[in-house]
């Protein structure tokens, strides 16, 4: 594998994200937080090319990978972060950031574990600091449970308001571009969350 220095569009922590992104201020920025291997950002990048869309996962191999399948798709309109997402949304300026998604993250299903889970209080005022009023705030996931967890810890927060009643809907949409949906959807139901940031 090639050191990350060969991937201009791919940074971590080490880089100046504020600077990284003082370029892109002037359009819509999305996230979509664990990307995977990009299906996500695939689907929807070529979309509307103003919009700057931010991939960002712990794996290099799969920022790599996802670098790749942008470029030969012709979508010249992402940036890549292969680190933590915590530590990355800890470094963006306040405000800047239109919509979020979180896509099938890692449930961590035993009680003892939930601790590791990326959707946590902390996580929360990350979201809220870096995402604009206004902005969107997306879950999906395969797990009921976690879905019903992210929600009542979105509660405690004054300034979200669920987009949806009740706030966790199943299968409200027939496809969804992720990995994780094409092999758990024909398992289990799958949970969608979407807040606004008021």
Not at 17 to 23: H, T, V
Not at 35 to 53: P, Q, T, V
Not at 140 to 155: G, K
Request: proline share 6%; net charge neutral.
């Amino acid at each position: 594998m090639l050191p990350l220095e060969n991937y201009p569009r791919i940074f971590t922590t080490k880089d100046s994200i504020s600077d990284i992104l003082k370029e892109h201020l002037n359009r819509p920025i999305v996230i979509d937080m664990g990307c995977g291997h990009g299906d996500y950002m695939l689907a929807h990048c070529s979309d509307d090319r103003n919009i700057l869309w931010i991939g960002i996962d712990i794996s290099r191999k799969r920022a790599i990978k996802t670098n790749d399948r942008l470029l030969r798709a012709q979508n010249d309109n992402f940036i890549l972060f292969a680190d933590d997402g915590q530590d990355i949304l800890a470094m963006m300026p306040e405000n800047i950031i239109d919509t979020i998604h979180i896509n099938f993250p890692d449930p961590w299903l035993r009680d003892k574990q939930w601790k590791n889970r990326l959707f946590r209080p902390s996580f929360v005022a990350d979201i809220a600091r870096v995402l604009k009023k206004g902005g969107d705030l997306s879950f999906v996931t395969d797990i009921r449970v976690y879905a019903d967890s992210v929600a009542d810890i979105l509660s405690l927060y004054p300034h979200w308001k669920s987009k949806f009643d009740p706030i966790v809907q199943e299968n409200i949409f027939e496809n969804f571009p992720t990995l994780f949906y094409r092999k758990m959807s024909p398992l289990r139901p799958i949970s969608y969350i979407k807040y606004n940031k008021i």
